[in-house]
């Protein structure tokens, strides 16, 4: 099993910054890759960016340029920075592990919202 543990979300206007964190705890060692996942109000949760074990990272269209998603292996910690933030960025934000036999583990979400 995998304790996923999200911290960092909060209130900020349109062109600020918010740094997301996602502490993981358990059976780290069975985790491949991990990501942050965002699901606005009447919207399909949408992947925003992974990072595998290598460091490979991928974003979404709507994240590149702005986000940066980052790990702390020593502190089992994964980031996510979010800059120049608009308000349909507004959403809750998930972090998620993928680990061996396709098992995949979620954090109770952190709310993001974006004023304009």
């Known amino acids: 099993q995998v304790q996923l543990v999200e911290s960092g979300g909060g209130l900020v206007q349109a062109g600020g910054s918010l740094r997301l964190s996602c502490a993981a705890s358990?059976?780290?060692?069975?985790?491949?890759?991990m990501g942050w996942y965002r699901q606005a109000p009447g919207k399909q949760r949408e992947l925003v960016a992974r990072i595998t074990n290598g460091g490979i990272t991928m974003y979404a269209d709507s994240a590149k340029g702005r986000f940066t998603i980052s790990r702390d292996n020593a502190k089992n910690t994964v980031y996510l920075q979010m800059n120049s933030l608009k308000p349909e960025d507004t959403a809750v934000y998930y972090c998620s592990a993928l680990a061996i036999r396709a098992r995949d583990y979620w954090g109770q979400g952190t709310q993001v919202t974006v004023s304009s």
């Open positions: 358990g059976s780290i060692f069975n985790i491949l890759a």
